[in-house]
């Protein structure tokens, strides 16, 4: 078996750079679709602002 892999290492290593490529290739394109859109996360940002001013005010 080792004497395989060691005759056909180019191809292993072509394979393994491609399974790789396509993995990230892939995880951006999900990472971009299903993010949260900028604009809800800065309306969820102000939110918590608010949220925390209202805090400060209470326990002053």
């Given at each position: 078996m080792f004497r395989y892999i060691k005759e056909h290492w180019v191809q292993y290593l072509i394979g393994a750079t491609i399974a790789v490529l396509l993995g990230l290739g892939l995880s951006y394109y999900l990472?971009?679709?299903?993010?949260?859109?900028?604009?809800?996360?800065?309306?969820?940002?102000?939110?918590?602002?608010?949220?925390?001013?209202?805090?400060?005010?209470?326990?002053?």
């Open positions: 990472g971009e679709k299903w993010s949260t859109p900028d604009s809800v996360r800065a309306q969820r940002a102000e939110e918590n602002r608010a949220v925390t001013q209202e805090d400060e005010e209470l326990t002053e």
